[in-house]
């Protein structure tokens, strides 16, 4: 065994161990321990896998163990999903292991981790195993989630004690005292990270199905950490073709670290063995996924249940008292998904009519949904500040849905330093307007050319002038349920992009209001505002599809909206 740390995605320097072979292994297990514990808790593991042409890693998240940060607390889980993601990037780079060749093996709160991750990101591992997870806590207290949640709004930053005694987790009086004993292992948890995990847990459930890759479950028959309940719905949900649930009858929770354990490394032996002796899992590409899968069925849900008689008052309430909000009556002019209602929606600036309107205009701006797309808009500027800086001296981007081109034109104004220029498209006429007025605002107008276009228009695209070096989709592809024309744009600019060109593209692959904007709210034509929401693996298949490689991934932290930068082959 070898000790190292790796820089994660903020600077964070997290710790990790390797076991690495005397040469270069091909495939992988990466190994996740559970909340307040530590990576050295799964060496057992680690030596019953018997598995010595693999390299195996096993690190310590982030303020667990020997890893940077605050003990259990974090800005929020998304951070340390971000941190996963990191790692796996390290290890390509660093070791020249593909993800397709690696297995992950995840614990506890870890799992939660892990199964965000996998359904966030969309990666091509070989395969996922999940150890007792943490789908929804056992907490005991009657109401104690809601107590959280107000405790949190009006005193933030506080933690909460693990009731979990080692007896309790495994019948083994040996690895009791070992765990009794180990200083590194710690009781709390941020009351912020155990509120998040319920929420991430809760989408990971729901949105099984966008998992695709083969997976183990392990579920303990005497857990009195976790439910079970949770872990079975997620399994029944799961998108994978090969998928397998074990129960195991008389374990506790720690189920690694328990008296029959044995027959838990056995399994996950034998779970590692074939997949790596199989070539890797190839799921059919999710091109069709508009006409059939999952979330085109809940797309047609939507649409069927709309009338009912609460979302018919709700409109009716949203559609008179809610004009009062300046937001609220802007979209019910432009249309909620217009770009004049992201522009307003980015800046950010309280309005209405009365003490009323503004309340309500704040808590119009304050909603996940647009929270998620201000964070979409301060990321787009900083990725897209990366990705021209590595496109020569004098890079020209294309955004081909500007919208209110607000993020574009703030990213030049902010780099001045470097000599880029931009032509912003978009089919409306009053988008263009309001771009140019912004440009005009931060003295951009010798440096931004504006252009009413089709970006469906592959043609058009094709024949850009000049040649951009980048080009960004933000917004565009996820107001629009059909694949076709998507699939059209993004061939498109494949032929528009020099080879090295770079692809930004945006996707929003879960969203906790859907029922109500679909329900009560319009888009820019006047009609329901129903959207299909697209998982991450079929938005990434169709930039496959038009050939372009994937490189980089963000994701807010409430695994609403992502960004993504492909390259032309």
């Known amino acids: 065994m070898t000790t190292h740390t790796f820089p994660s995605h903020d600077g964070a320097e997290l710790f990790y161990r390797a076991w690495l072979p005397h040469f270069q292994a091909r495939q992988a297990i990466v190994v996740m321990h559970r909340g307040h514990e530590h990576s050295g808790r799964m060496l057992e593991l680690v ?11 096993a690190w310590d998240q982030r303020g667990h ?3 940077s940060g605050k003990r259990g607390a974090a800005e929020n889980l998304g951070v340390i999903i971000r941190d996963l993601e990191a790692f796996f990037q390290h290890i390509e780079k660093t070791y020249a292991i593909a993800r397709e060749d690696c297995l992950l093996v995840a614990h506890s709160v870890g799992a939660v981790v892990a199964a965000a991750w996998v359904h966030d990101y969309a990666p091509p591992l070989r395969g996922l195993v999940l150890a007792t997870p943490a789908f929804k806590v056992k907490l005991y207290v009657p109401f104690a989630v809601p107590m959280l949640r107000l405790k949190e709004k009006l005193l933030p930053g506080g933690i909460v004690k693990s009731y979990v005694k080692s007896k309790v987790l495994t019948h083994d009086p040996e690895q009791q005292r070992a765990y009794n004993e180990d200083k590194a292992i710690f009781r709390e948890i941020s009351v912020n990270i155990l509120l998040d995990l319920y929420e991430t847990a809760r989408r990971v459930v729901e949105d099984a199905a966008a998992i695709r890759v083969p997976t183990l479950v392990f579920s303990a028959s005497q857990d009195w950490v976790v439910h079970t309940g949770p872990q079975r719905a997620f399994f029944e949900r799961l998108g994978s073709a090969d998928k397998h649930f074990h129960t195991l009858h008389g374990f506790y929770h720690a189920i690694f670290h328990e008296a029959q354990r044995e027959v838990v490394f056995n399994r996950v032996r034998a779970f590692a063995e074939r997949l790596f002796h199989s070539p890797p899992a190839k799921p059919t590409p999710l091109l069709d996924a508009d006409l059939r899968g999952h979330t085109r069925t809940e797309r047609d849900e939507l649409a069927a249940t709309r009338d009912c008689l609460s979302s018919k008052f709700t409109r009716f309430v949203f559609g ?7 937001g609220i009556a802007l979209g019910w002019e432009a249309g909620f998904d217009s770009g004049r209602t992201l522009d307003y929606v980015y800046r950010n600036q309280p309005s209405g009519r009365l003490i009323l309107g503004w309340f309500m205009d704040k808590s119009y701006l304050d909603s996940p949904g647009w929270s998620g797309i201000r964070w979409r808009g301060q990321m787009l500027q900083r990725v897209l500040a990366e990705v021209l800086a590595k496109a020569g001296e004098k890079p020209h981007l294309v955004d081909i849905a500007c919208g209110g081109g607000r993020y574009v034109l703030q ?11 931009a032509t912003l498209r978009d089919y409306q006429q009053p988008n263009l307007d309001t771009a140019k007025a912004t440009s005009e605002q931060l003295g951009l107008t010798e440096r931004v050319t504006f252009v009413q276009a089709d970006a469906f228009d ?16 933000s917004g565009l592809y996820e107001l629009f349920n059909a ?25 929003q692959p879960w969203h906790p209001q859907l029922k109500f904007i679909a329900h009560v709210l319009t888009n820019r034509e006047g009609q329901p505002w129903i959207m299909r929401r697209r998982t991450q693996g079929e938005m990434d298949d169709l930039v496959r599809e038009a050939g372009f490689i994937k490189e980089t991934q963000e994701t807010d932290p409430a695994g609403i909206f992502t960004i993504s930068v492909a390259l032309k082959r």
Do not use: C
Request: hydrophobic share 40%.
């Open 65 to 67: 163990g020997q890893s």
């Open 47 to 57: 030596q019953a896998l018997q598995m010595p042409e693999t390299a195996i890693f």
């Open 483 to 507: 694949n076709a024309p998507v699939l059209e744009s993004l061939r498109g600019l494949f032929e528009a992009l020099p080879p090295g060109g770079r692809l930004v593209y945006t996707n």
């Open 320 to 326: 008179t008292l809610g004009r009062l909000s300046k």
């Open 458 to 473: 592959r043609s058009s695209l094709a024949s850009l002038s000049p040649q951009p070096s980048v080009a960004v989709v």
């Open 411 to 421: 990213m030049l104004h902010d780099h001045p330093e470097m000599a880029a220029t």
